[in-house]
Every structure is written in structure tokens, then in C-alpha cells.
């Protein structure tokens, strides 16, 4: 059974003489694309035979534009020859086409030079110019000049591909099936007369990706809303702090090593900071606030100074509770952060964190880890748990595991109460409740995958594979 097209298609050509598909498209009135459907369909039929053919022709390379309009590097040199003959000035003049033309002016026995100066031994023809203007109108290269112009990069070649056709043999009874029905079809009565093509229900239909934000920001989005719901405020900040921001004000040692060069990007620039803030600092890392010693050891202000790529957007939050110091306040981050991590599995060196805080006078631990497993079974994590941790600027510090099915208990970032050594130097009153979370990592658990590089590959078939979660 024949399709419409197909039909159309065969009955206009004669079997056993070969036809371009372009010139049997316009004999059976159809469009290109039409017509290449219904060969295909009629080939597979045993109908029609499709030859595939190539031409090589040839187009100008941006050089060959140039030397075509302008002229070559040659008839250049041989013009200024007439003029000077001095190497030195020639040089100056015609600057790096000077060195390919004096190279293929030598190759043909044209010049010579000797004491600083360019002789012409004969005055040769320039047959290539004539070829690229032929190369330009016709696409058409003499065999002899092939070669030598694409050594000199004028040229380049094409590929055309050419489709034939040849019908083989006609089925003895051809008849024109409705594929689609029409309004126009309906309201003529003409397919009282016709027969419909049949359906295959079982064949395979053509696959439709519709268009689906990005697992990855999904994720992003869910978390989001999750804190959003919870009645946090989203804040935004710079990627480039100074270390102030970023080290110090968050009582983290200038020894401390993540502030080695093996875990932070440093700029060679430093700015201005708040002396009296920095004083307050100073002395909590040198003498101690609240009942602590510090960190002894003399504190760098200029160190303090120097710009750096944030690596945690802890100081962001940080340096929001700075500017907003009187309980209570809810504020949550989600942004980028640098690292100068090598790169597997599992380590990039710029991927996003989730970092939240909660500032009040009447919270405790209890409320932060009630606070972060309300977070994880919103995720679809039911199983939560913490383990002890250590973190220069918060004390107790816990770091939260989730537990997923063939992995086991998986750590997600980290958490604690700001130490007083933090707060008290900011004028920030009150308790602060501070976590950082890897949403790469989560990412990797939702998504099922085993390497953190894949949520940045532009790899299609995944991308219109992954399931959207509602």
C-alpha cells in the first residue's frame, strides 16, 4: 500500500532512467523534502533504487578573497621593484607579505639577493590569479594549480553530495490513499472516492523532547523554595571578598591552612577595610573576647586586605548579620564559591552552596538540627542523622549525614552556633545558627549520578532522558 506522496512520486517516472532527486521532485511536483520521504519509503518497498554521488568543488579561503581583490604578495614586490630595490625599505613597506613573495618569486627562478639588495632575473607570469577568479565563478580548479593553491591556503574544497533515483519496477495497481484528512477534503465529498491509508498502531512513533528546565537547577529551585516556604530571606553578594570577609571575621586563624594557596585563589590586590571593625577583630584572634584566649600570634591587618575568590558563602551571610545585627533574622544563600580543588568525581574547583543562618535571642542546637532535618525529608530524605564535627567558627559544630539505599550514610556540608569570638566583634546580639550545604552533592544523590562533572556536561541524550520531578 502506497502513501499519497509515494504514488504522486512513481507515477510521474519511468522505470529503469535515473533522475536527480531535485529534477524528479519538480516532475512530481513535490518539495525536496517530499520527495526524499517518499524515495526512501519506496526504496525500503523494493520500488526504487537511491544512488548517493559526490562532487568536489572548490570555494576561496579568506586569503584568496584577499590576494584576488588586492592582487598577490608577487605583483606587489614586482611593482616596488621598479622603485628600490633595498631589502630593509622593501621590508618596511609591504611588511609580512614581503617574505612570501620574495619565497615564491625564488622558487620560480625570478630574483636574487645579494648585498642587502633584491635582483630581478625575470619577470614571471601570474597564472593563479586567473585560476582564483575562475575558483570564485565556477567553483572549478585546473588540476595543475590544485595543489600549489592549497599549499598557500586560497583555497579549500567542498563537498556537494548529489541524490539519484532510479525506479526499478511499478506496482500493477497504483492507488492514491488519503494520508491526511482536510477540511477542504471533508466539505468537497472527493474522499467518498478514495481509500484511507491504513494505521500501524505498533509502530514505534517518533520520540518529542519538549523543552524542561535543568535537573540541576531544579534542585537549585526546590531548595530554594523549601527555605522560602520556611520564612528565610534569600541574600546575594560578590564572588570576590576580601579576606576580612571571607577568613577573619569568621575567627579562622591567618595560619590556617585553607588559606593556603592550595585552597584559595588569591588576587595581587588589597582594599581599604573599616579600621575600628578590623580592631575588633584583631583582638579577638590576638587576645580572645568572652572568656576565650584567641589565637595568640601577631594579626595581620594587611593580609586581612587582600582580595580573594570566596571559598564558602559563609561570608555572605556573615557579613550580612554585620549590617544587620539585632535578632531576630532568617537569611539563607545559594551561589557560586572557588576552590582550587583538582578535578574528578567528585571536586571541582567553583561549584554552589546552600548557606543559611538564624539569628535570635532563644534558639539552641536543638532548633538547628530540628531546622536541618525538616530541610533533608522536604528533599525526600527520611533518614537524617549528625555526626560531631569541627569548624573554626562555630562550636558545637555537627556535620549532617542522609542516609540513601545501595550508598549508605552520605555527609552533606556542615553546621553549628556561631562562637562568640565570631558574633561579639560584629556587634551581632543574640545566638546565630549557621549551616553550609554542597548542592552539587545533593544534586548527586537526587539525580542518581556518580560524578559531579555530568551536572555541567552538555550531554543531550541525558538532558532529555532525566526525569522531571513535579
Same mark, same amino acid.
Not at 549557621?434 to 545533593?442: E, N, S
Given at each position: ?90 621590508? /618596511? =613597506? ?16 625570478? &630574483? ?11 619577470? *614571471? ?8 577568479? =575562475? ?66 498502531? /505498533?509502530?514505534?512513533?517518533?520520540? &518529542? ?32 571578598? =576580601? ?13 590556617? *591552612? ?58 555572605? =551571610? ?134 559531579? /562533572?555530568?551536572?555541567?556536561? *552538555? ?7 532525566? /526525569?522531571?520531578?513535579?
Amino acid at each position: 500500500m502506497l502513501s499519497s506522496i509515494e504514488v504522486k512520486f512513481i507515477k510521474q517516472l519511468e522505470v529503469g532512467k535515473k533522475y536527480l532527486l531535485k529534477d524528479a521532485a519538480d516532475i512530481a511536483n513535490l518539495s525536496l523534502d517530499a520527495a526524499k520521504k517518499a524515495a526512501m519509503l519506496l526504496q525500503q518497498k523494493g520500488y526504487l533504487k537511491i544512488y548517493e554521488t559526490k562532487e568536489i568543488s572548490y570555494k576561496l579561503t579568506e586569503d584568496g578573497e584577499k590576494f584576488l581583490e588586492e592582487g598577490f604578495p608577487e605583483e606587489k614586490l614586482l611593482n616596488l621593484l621598479e622603485k628600490t630595490k633595498d631589502v630593509e625599505e622593501l621590508k /618596511r =613597506t609591504m611588511g609580512e607579505d614581503f617574505s612570501i613573495a620574495v619565497s615564491w618569486l625564488k622558487k620560480k627562478g625570478s &630574483v636574487e639577493i645579494k648585498d642587502g639588495k633584491i635582483f630581478l632575473l625575470s619577470r *614571471p607570469k601570474i597564472p593563479e590569479k586567473d585560476v582564483l577568479k =575562475t575558483v570564485k565563478e565556477k567553483g572549478k580548479v585546473d588540476e595543475k594549480f590544485v595543489e600549489i593553491l592549497k599549499k598557500r591556503k586560497l583555497i579549500e574544497e567542498v563537498e556537494n553530495k548529489f541524490f539519484e533515483v532510479e525506479i526499478l519496477k511499478k506496482p500493477s495497481i497504483i492507488e492514491d490513499y488519503i494520508v491526511e484528512v482536510t477540511p477542504e477534503l471533508i466539505l468537497s465529498g472527493a474522499w467518498r472516492d478514495k481509500k484511507f491509508l491504513a494505521y500501524d498502531v /505498533r509502530v514505534q512513533s517518533k520520540d &518529542v523532547y519538549g523543552g524542561k528546565i535543568h535537573p540541576y537547577e531544579r534542585i537549585i529551585r526546590e531548595c530554594r523554595k523549601i527555605f522560602l516556604e520556611m520564612g528565610f530571606k534569600e541574600i546575594k553578594g560578590h564572588y570576590v571578598q =576580601t579576606a576580612f570577609w571571607n577568613f577573619d571575621s569568621l575567627f579562622q586563624p591567618q595560619d590556617h *591552612p585553607a588559606r593556603d594557596m592550595q585552597d584559595t585563589f588569591y588576587l595581587d590586590k588589597y582594599v581599604d577595610l573599616d579600621e575600628k571593625l578590623a580592631e575588633k577583630v584583631k583582638i579577638a584572634h590576638e587576645k580572645g573576647v568572652a572568656g576565650s584566649t584567641g589565637w595568640g600570634g601577631i594579626w595581620s591587618l594587611e593580609k586581612a586586605k587582600q582580595l580573594v575568590m570566596r571559598t564558602h558563602t559563609t561570608t555572605i =551571610t556573615i557579613h550580612y548579620l554585620a549590617r544587620n545585627p539585632n535578632p531576630p533574622q532568617k537569611a539563607f544563600c545559594i551561589d557560586r564559591v572557588y576552590r582550587r580543588e583538582a578535578i574528578d568525581a567528585t571536586h571541582l574547583p567553583e561549584f554552589d552552596q546552600l548557606e543559611g543562618v538564624v539569628l535570635d535571642e532563644k534558639v539552641g542546637f536543638k532548633h538547628l538540627l530540628g531546622l536541618l532535618k525538616e530541610f533533608f525529608a522536604k528533599m525526600g530524605f527520611e533518614e537524617v542523622r549528625f555526626r560531631p564535627g569541627y569548624f573554626p567558627y562555630t562550636e558545637p559544630s555537627v556535620e549532617p549525614e542522609v542516609y540513601v539505599d545501595e550508598i549508605g550514610w552520605i555527609e552533606l556540608g556542615g553546621a553549628g552556633i556561631f562562637r562568640k569570638e565570631v558574633t561579639e566583634p560584629l556587634g551581632i546580639k543574640g545566638k546565630v545558627l549557621a549551616w553550609g550545604l554542597g548542592i552539587g552533592r545533593l544534586a548527586m544523590l537526587k539525580l542518581g549520578l556518580k560524578d559531579l /562533572r555530568k551536572l555541567y556536561l *552538555p550531554d543531550l541524550g541525558w538532558l532529555r532522558n532525566a /526525569r522531571v520531578r513535579t
